[in-house]
């Protein structure tokens, strides 16, 4: 039997971050990359440091808005704002397109969205059972369709603030 470690040794090992990556910056990348409610200890150690430095920035995360906060658990827990990622994603097309070409992608992804209702007779992605067909690949196919409407449904959100945003100059309302 051979000796197999399968956490490689930290000398050897390289560092998930880069150089000169500084606290802050490994907490705000390691919130990121939350997908539920986390405890700021837990955050500590994704982003290699004390949980008293990690709380502190996570704290100035949730007052930012990229974080949310839920300081009544025990520990303290924490979890990316999703609002503040299609803020961020909304202002980047508003960023690199102009307004008829925003406006051009929200009419083809409203297109999109119709034909997957008259396929399958609803207003919702949600009441659409993908697993009534008899073969495998009926299912695949359903669960790409249902996946791909969410997609469309969400990114005509985004695009349409990216809109909003383009028409008053970084803005939601106009000035």
Not at 77 to 90: I, V
Not at 110 to 131: I, L, N, Q, T
Request: hydrophobic share 35%; charged share 35%.
């Amino acid at each position: 039997m051979t000796n197999f470690d399968p956490a490689p040794d930290s000398e050897a090992g390289e560092s998930r971050w880069q150089a000169g990556t500084d606290t802050f910056g490994r907490v705000y990348d390691a919130v990121l990359g939350l997908t539920s409610p986390t405890a700021y200890t837990d955050v500590a150690d994704l982003a290699d440091c004390s949980p008293n430095a990690a709380k502190k920035h996570l704290d100035r995360l949730a007052e930012m808005g990229v974080a949310r906060a839920n300081r009544e658990s025990r520990p303290a827990t924490y979890e990316r704002n999703e609002g503040y990622l299609e803020w961020q994603d909304a202002s980047r097309i508003a960023a690199d397109l102009s307004v008829e070409e925003i406006i051009d992608r929200v009419a083809d992804l409203e297109e999109r969205r119709s034909e997957y209702e008259a396929r399958f007779d609803a207003d919702d992605p949600s009441v659409v059972s993908v697993f009534d067909a008899a073969d495998h690949e009926t299912v695949h196919e359903r669960m790409e369709a249902v996946s791909d409407w969410r997609r469309a449904i969400r990114d005509r959100r985004l695009y349409e603030l990216a809109r909003r945003l383009a028409e008053n100059d970084g803005r939601l309302i106009p000035a």
